[in-house]
């Protein structure tokens, strides 16, 4: 279960990446249907008991991704100011 939290982790981080693709473009129509897909994935992921199940490696790992996802998120706001 652990692995597929990490998945989840990349998956988020991937839709990011998109977004902020779609943002630098001004394609705002892609980056709303984008955001709503991430949203989806992430209500999933909140679900989702197995934090605790992860091993140190893999905390590590989500936690870069979560870093990767906030820098993007935070350049997205800025683009679309």
Known sequence: MSGS???G???LWLLT???LEAARNEEWDTLIGLEQQRGAL???MKGRDGVSAMTAVEQQ???EIIQHILAAAAEI???ES
Do not use: F, L, P, S
């Open 5 to 7: 939290i990490v998945a």
């Open 17 to 19: 990446q998109q977004m």
């Open 61 to 63: 790992q989500a936690g």
């Open 77 to 79: 706001r800025a683009v």
């Open 42 to 44: 992430a209500e999933v």
């Open 9 to 11: 982790y990349e998956n």
